[in-house]
């Protein structure tokens, strides 16, 4: 018999998560389309700011992150005092869990959420619940059907990841409204830098009317600095008190908070960002359209595809072209690939091999 250390209920169900590809066999070029990154990189003023903090790397970050929740608060319009900076939005929603749900509790979230959700609820013991969604869409009758005493969280992102669907805010809005003031709605806007419908809101307002509600932002898709893990979030007072609690004191190092006050500054890049993914993102999507296959509505920089049976041969032929693009059967979308919106240049590339996938499979 042998015995050997066992970790915690819950830990040994987690399939850990597998980010998107970055290389392909043989390739000469290669183009990552996997991770839904800003192609374009971010603004030359967060990378002169990462650069300027290469002298003080003897020196611990400031724990308070102040400098970057006063940028924060200053071109959000928030106060800085309901502002938390994590290592990516990842911690932070780690934090969230960690600090509000347990063994015996649930953690709520769509059939095709993001799957970070999971594997924070199944870290801390807790159970994670799905609610169907509505044609990839979230379904929020079916989000408060899943609602049970033991519920303690609610996630959704808005757009969703990898679905790319987004539900209006009066949607969000009736969600929380029939949740119970105990539960956490979190809120999570990776994408809402690239939406510009007035119809649209990340939910700031609600967490500004209730106690119970936080919203999630991350620099590493609009902004371009994902390599530098950085995120944050607002939150009511006590909330982000908890979050304090759990938070490791150095949790962001001092170039991403440089780099990151010089973007979240830069808006003027960020405006430029939204628009040129926009121009990219038709013409991706018509392009795809016209081959025949059909693109999940999109409000970000990736695209759903539904190619159906020929997901693995169409996969391979992009791979073979230097096209990563991600496999999506790990969130029950077997069906689907997800394509990042990349560069002109680099969209044009795909949609050649697009192209010449279909010539090639002309009966
Ligand atoms: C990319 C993404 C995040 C952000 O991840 P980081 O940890 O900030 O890099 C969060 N939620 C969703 C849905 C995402 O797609």
Known sequence: MTTQPTPKKGISE?????????????????IKLSSNENPWGPSPKAVAAYSAESTHMHRYPDGG??????????VQNLPVSQLICGAGSDELIGMLVHAYAGAGDEVLYTQHGFLMYKIYTLSNGATPITAPEKNLHTDVDALLAAVTPRTKIVFVANPNNPTGTVIPFSEIRR??????????????????????????????????????????????KIYGLPALRLGWAFAPAHIIDVMNRVRSPFNVNSPALAAGVAAMEDQAYVKDMRAKNAVELKRVVGAVTKLGYTVVPSTTNFILVK???????????????????????????????????????????????????????VA
Request: net charge negative; no cysteine; hydrophobic share 40%.
């Open 14 to 30: 987690i399939s850990p998560y597998v980010g998107g590809k970055s290389k392909a066999d043989g390739a000469v070029r290669v």
């Open 65 to 74: 992150h102040t400098a970057l929740r006063e940028a924060i608060a200053r």
């Open 175 to 220: 969600l929380r409204t029939g949740l119970r003031e105990d539960i956490i709605l979190g809120l999570d806007a990776a994408y809402a830098e690239y939406l510009d419908q007035p119809d649209y809101e990340d939910g700031i307002s609600l967490v500004k009317e209730n106690t119970n509600t936080i919203v999630f932002h991350t620099f590493s």
């Open 307 to 361: 190619f159906g049976a020929d997901v693995p041969k169409m996969n391979a032929h992009l791979a073979s072209h230097g096209l990563i693009v991600r496999e999506v059967a790990g969130y029950g979308l077997p069906d689907y690939l997800r394509i990042s919106i990349g560069t002109t240049e680099e969209n044009s590339i795909l949609i050649d091999a697009l192209n010449h996938f279909a010539k090639a499979n």
